[in-house]
Structure formats: C-alpha cells, structure tokens
T-cell receptor, first 113, second 114 residues
Framework: KAGVTQTPRYLIKTRGQQVTLSCSPI?????VSWYQQTPGQGLQFLFE???????NKGNFPGRFSGRQFSNSRSEMNVSTLELGDSALYLC????????????FGQGTRLTVV | QQQVKQSPQSLIVQKGGIPIINCAYE??????FPWYQQFPGKGPALLIA?????SEKKEGRFTISFNKSAKQFSLHIMDSQPGDSATYFC?????????????FGSGTQLTVLP
C-alpha cells in the first residue's frame, strides 16, 4: 500500500510569488491535514480537510489556504511568499475525521529567497 | 493550554542504553498521545501511541509510560541502537474542536553511540 505522496519534494521561490503544494493521501484515507515544520517553531498545524471541506484551521495568516478534491487529494497554496515561509510542509493522512492515527508524507521543502 | 512540553532537547546514550524522553501537557481534552520518529530529510513516522485508559504500552523496544494525574507521558527505548539516532516528537490530540489536530512537542535529538 503506497504511503502519503507529496509533490514536489523541493521548491525554491522568490518573495512575493505564490506556490501550490500537492498531497495524495494513503488509498482509502479521507482526512488530510497540513503542518509546517521550522527549526524555530517546530511542527505547527495549518489546516485539516475532510470531504472537501476545511474542518479545522491553525493560527496562520490568510495567505495560507488549501483545498481537497473528491478523490481526497489535497493542495495547499501560499500567496505573497515571505522569507519566513521557508519551511518543510508536511501532509498527514488519516482514515477518517476523528480517527487519530496520522501518517505523514516526506514533505515539501520550500525555500523563499 | 494547547502546549506540549518536551524534554530533553538532546540526548546522547551508548548503544544498549535506555534513553528516556519526557512530555507534559495541560489540555485535559487531549486523549491520544503518539510518538513520532523523524530522520533527516524524511517526514515524521508514527512509532507508538497511547490513550489515557492505560498506564503503559509496549511495542518492540519502545515503551510509553503514561501518568494521567500528572499529565505526563514518556518514551523509553530499550536496548538502543545507533539506527535509533533520530529526532523524536511527542504529540497530543483530542476528540473534537481545536484539540483534534496534533499538538507537537519541540522534539528531542537522540544520538546513540556505537
């Protein structure tokens, strides 16, 4: 059974640009959550999607957004990139909303220059 | 109230030693406590998890001890090996609302010397 797949693995963007990251959850999993990992702030929750609806949102500015498609695949978008957005963005897949076991992908390393 | 505090920040043990990593939480809505292992360049991998109705859980060389009254839990790695060298994160989540997402500790960098 394939794991969580995130694309691309690495990305370099310039300040002010926008970026879209993609996540394909484990087959059969319907809940997708996104986390940002930085050396200074650690792992922080961005948002959770289930049945194409955002169910929960962390404390991030509106520049961070996401969506989920009918096949449970998810994308997150960051607009007007800032240097501080440089981070490892991780997607976690769970079988269902309220099911607590979460499995992470390898992440997308975003560097903003 | 959402914080999970993890210690120590780093830990060095000899092969065969038993590293212990501790975490404490405040939010009584948390009812699921997983540990994740992360190697450089990889995403966190679920290692073992516990719920508050048990005080200890073992899976292979990994053991979680849970103290509900003290709101603390810890990870013990028996017979540690150099391949266990990684960063370990504790986390907590609850059943509903803002507690449902995983709240992570700050991580412990473990080095097991050969």
């Amino acid at each position: 059974k394939a794991g969580v797949t995130q694309t691309p693995r690495y990305l370099i963007k310039t300040r002010g640009q926008q970026v879209t990251l993609s996540c394909s959850p484990i087959s059969g999993h319907r809940s997708v959550s996104w986390y940002q990992q930085t050396p200074g702030q650690g792992l922080q929750f961005l948002f959770e999607y289930f049945s194409e609806t955002q169910r929960n949102k962390g404390n991030f500015p509106g520049r961070f957004s996401g969506r989920q498609f009918s096949n449970s695949r998810s994308e997150m978008n960051v607009s007007t990139l800032e240097l501080g957005d440089s981070a490892l963005y991780l997607c976690a897949s769970s079988l269902d909303m309220g099911v607590t076991e979460a499995f992470f992908g390898q992440g997308t390393r975003l560097t903003v220059v | 109230q959402q914080q999970v505090k993890q210690s120590p920040q780093s830990l060095i043990v000899q092969k065969g030693g038993i590293p212990i990593i501790n975490c404490a939480y405040e939010n009584t809505a948390f009812d699921y406590f997983p540990w994740y292992q992360q190697f450089p360049g990889k995403g966190p991998a679920l290692l073992i998890a516990i719920r508050p109705d048990v005080s200890e859980k073992k899976e292979g060389r990994f053991t979680i001890s849970f103290n509900k009254s003290a709101k603390q839990f810890s990870l013990h790695i028996m017979d540690s090996q150099p391949g266990d060298s990684a960063t370990y994160f504790c986390a907590a989540s609850g059943a509903s609302g803002s507690a449902r997402q995983l709240t992570f500790g700050s991580g412990t960098q473990l080095t097991v010397l050969p």
